[in-house]
């Protein structure tokens, strides 16, 4: 057990044991400077609960992909600590990053593969993903041979098949026209419900970041700091009228009017 843990059980019981249950991860002072003495991210401290969907905003250049880049381990931060659960990590790009060569089942395979599953099982277990991504009869086509939305489900599908406890997504589906972004959101919101994973999403996106998360943290100008820590109050269950909704509306308006504060 980390330091950490062990210290949230010893200070006040109560209190403590709910927090040991509920704390998926703590982003503790963390600083990052880049080597042309870039100051990416200043002092940022967040704790996020199990099983929560956070959303990331904040201008380019800010450190939102650094700081997912830390939270994934792929980058060291150059003081503070990330401290999280044990449990498996993905990572969804707004590349999809598929092989050419290789068919849409054996593409989300792959990780699975990596991890030295039998044929049967790694097979099994995409083609089920895949499913839940709607992509049950597109199994053995090629990448070329998909839209930039379906690549994207097949990237999914690839975040899902080894059943992370965190997924992490930078700007996913900027690429996307409007209405398949939409509907990737309503497809990644019910992913998330059925399965729980903590998710960290980045986004430009405000009306995105309402419609996906139950939190959204607005980082300011670079060096991120946090301007704005916001819950989403809105029904677990999200259909694609909500966008119409006028609460809707205005967590969009307070989540812009962070983003404005911040500098964006
Ligand atoms: P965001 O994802 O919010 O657009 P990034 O995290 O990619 O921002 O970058 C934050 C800042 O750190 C930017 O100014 C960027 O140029 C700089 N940066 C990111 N990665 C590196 C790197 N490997 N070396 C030097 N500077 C970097
Ligand atoms: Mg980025």
Not at 100 to 119: D, F, K
Request: proline share 4%.
């Amino acid at each position: 057990m980390s330091d950490f843990l062990r210290s949230l059980r010893g200070d006040t019981p109560r209190l403590c044991s709910l927090s040991f249950i509920a704390t998926s991860m703590r982003v503790q002072r963390l600083h990052k400077v880049f080597d042309s003495d870039v100051i990416a991210i200043e002092d940022l401290t967040i704790e996020i609960r199990s099983g929560e969907f956070l959303a990331v905003l904040g201008p380019s250049g800010c450190g939102k992909s650094t700081l997912l880049r830390i939270i994934a381990g792929l980058d060291q931060p150059t003081s503070g600590s990330v401290e999280k659960d044990e449990g498996k990590i993905a990572y969804v790009f707004q590349d999809a990053h598929l092989l050419p060569w290789r068919t849409v089942l054996r593409n989300v395979a792959l990780p699975l593969e990596l991890m030295g599953a039998s044929r049967a099982e790694r097979l099994d277990a995409a083609a089920d993903a895949l499913r839940q991504v709607g992509l049950g009869d597109a199994m053995s086509r090629y990448p070329a041979q998909l839209s930039g939305g379906m690549k994207m489900r097949v990237s999914l599908a690839r975040a899902l098949v080894t059943q992370p406890k965190l997924l992490l997504l930078d700007e996913p589906f900027a690429a996307l026209d409007e209405i398949t972004r939409q509907k990737l959101d309503e497809q990644l919101r019910e992913l998330w419900l059925r399965h729980r994973m903590t998710v960290v999403f980045v986004t430009h996106s405000t009306g995105e970041a309402t419609f996906l998360a139950d939190r959204a943290v607005v980082l300011s100008r670079r060096p991120a700091r946090i301007v704005e820590d916001l819950g989403i109050e809105l029904p677990a269950n999200r259909e694609a009228t909500l966008r119409s909704d006028p609460k809707f509306a205005a967590i969009t308006r307070r989540i812009y009017s962070a983003l404005e504060r911040g500098g964006a």
